[in-house]
């Protein structure tokens, strides 16, 4: 048997943007769900669990954002692989961590708590932090901040 010589892999590609004073600065949880918000799709909000992620430099403007996974009407599958993955590659120093409840409820799940701890446990052996985990609903000014509840 030959050895595998080649490998598949994700591509990423990296581009300075020329004006990139004008990219976000996040420092408050009502900031980073005004600027996520419009990531999820307006149509579908209130019917599928959509996880999107926002990684940040150190000093807290936006490098990129990534829309993780779609689900179904109760649940999305978040891969802690890829979303950290991800982050190496764009050198991120903090993320944020964002998903919808379609039901409109914005009491955290044990499966929420369950990756928030997850990706915030991993990302530290990467010293990447995980700044916040926002749950939004289709009423777009409610929203719950695993950092502002001082669960993070």
Not at 21 to 39: C, D, M
Not at 144 to 151: C, P
């Amino acid at each position: 048997m030959e050895p595998v010589t080649q490998f598949g892999e994700i591509t990423i590609s990296y581009k300075m943007i020329s004006d990139w004073k004008k990219l976000p600065i996040i420092t408050a949880s009502y900031e980073a769900v005004k600027y996520i918000y419009e990531f999820f799709p307006y149509d579908t909000i209130a019917l599928q669990e959509h996880f999107i992620v926002t990684y940040l430099n150190r000093c807290n403007r936006v490098l990129g954002v990534y829309h993780s996974s779609i689900g179904g009407i109760n649940s999305t599958v978040v891969d802690p692989r890829l979303i950290l993955g991800t982050a190496l590659k764009l050198a991120a120093s903090g993320i944020i961590l964002a998903h919808n409840h379609p039901s409109g409820s914005m009491k955290p799940s044990p499966q929420d708590k369950e990756i928030t701890y997850k990706l915030r446990d991993g990302s530290m052996l990467l010293d990447i932090k995980v700044l916040d985990h926002l749950i939004v609903g289709p009423n777009k000014d409610e929203f719950y901040s695993f950092a502002d509840e001082g669960i993070l």
